[in-house]
């Protein structure tokens, strides 16, 4: 199964900025790999919730729609809340 989630690139890093994007219901995320440059990016938590529940989340490549342009990326790393249903951070590798 594939899967898409899109994305908007973040100008604003750090701790302070990544704890107002969950406020506001988005989850930071960074896209990384070798020879490339990492891109931030944000994307709306309700369209992470219930793809990452499956477990081809993980195991296949997701694209990713960066403001118009598509990015096939691997899931690296997810950190969750301790006990809410909740995606705090993402990290991405280029496939």
């Known amino acids: 199964m ?3 989630i899109n994305a908007v690139t973040r100008t604003e ?3 302070g900025s990544s704890r107002r994007l969950r406020h ?3 989850v930071p995320a960074v896209i990384y790999g070798p020879g490339k ?3 931030s990016i944000k994307f709306e938590h309700k369209d992470i919730i219930n793809i990452q529940l ?3 989340f993980y195991t296949t490549d997701l694209t990713v729609s960066i403001e118009g342009k598509e990015v096939k990326v691997r899931v690296k790393a997810i950190q969750r809340h301790a006990f809410k249903q909740l995606v705090e951070h993402i ?3 280029f496939a």
Do not use: C, L, Q, R
């Open 2 to 4: 594939s899967y898409t």
């Open 13 to 15: 890093i750090g701790k």
């Open 24 to 26: 506001a219901g988005k």
């Open 37 to 39: 440059e990492p891109v």
């Open 54 to 56: 499956n477990d081809d």
């Open 91 to 93: 990290d991405f590798m």
